[in-house]
């Protein structure tokens, strides 16, 4: 059974930074695209930033040079810097892992509050 199970969540003050990680229960490897995706409340999930197998990355434009996302395939993590917190950061947090580009996997997500 596939899992992906995100840590790093928090309280964070505008400004600050926190880091996010998921731990995958298959090789890095076998995701051809994992990412980060956030709903805040009342708001449709939203993607984050992905990145591929090949190491292509892709980040929302709302987060471009704020966030950083990173792959350790060899501890089967992926993870997600964020810097420069602002307020409408605040959300669910949720991994994501794609196989075979049509199996969609999805962690059970972690909050994030950054408090103005």
């Known amino acids: 059974q596939v899992q992906l199970v995100e840590s790093g969540g928090g309280l964070v003050q505008a400004g600050g930074s926190l880091r996010l990680s998921c731990a995958a229960s298959?090789?890095?490897?076998?995701?051809?695209?994992m990412g980060w995706y956030r709903q805040a409340p009342g708001e449709q999930r939203e993607l984050v930033a992905t990145?591929?197998?090949?190491?292509?990355?892709n980040y929302a434009n709302s987060v471009k040079g704020r966030f950083t996302i990173s792959r350790a395939n060899a501890k089967n993590t992926v993870s997600l810097q964020m810097n420069a917190l602002k307020p409408e950061d605040t959300a669910v947090y949720y991994c994501?892992?794609?196989?075979?580009?049509?199996?969609?996997?999805w962690g059970p997500g972690t909050q994030v509050t950054v408090s103005s």
């Open positions: 298959l090789t890095t490897f076998s995701f051809n695209t």
């Open positions: 990145i591929s197998n090949g190491d292509r990355v």
């Open positions: 994501y892992g794609q196989r075979g580009f049509v199996y969609d996997y």
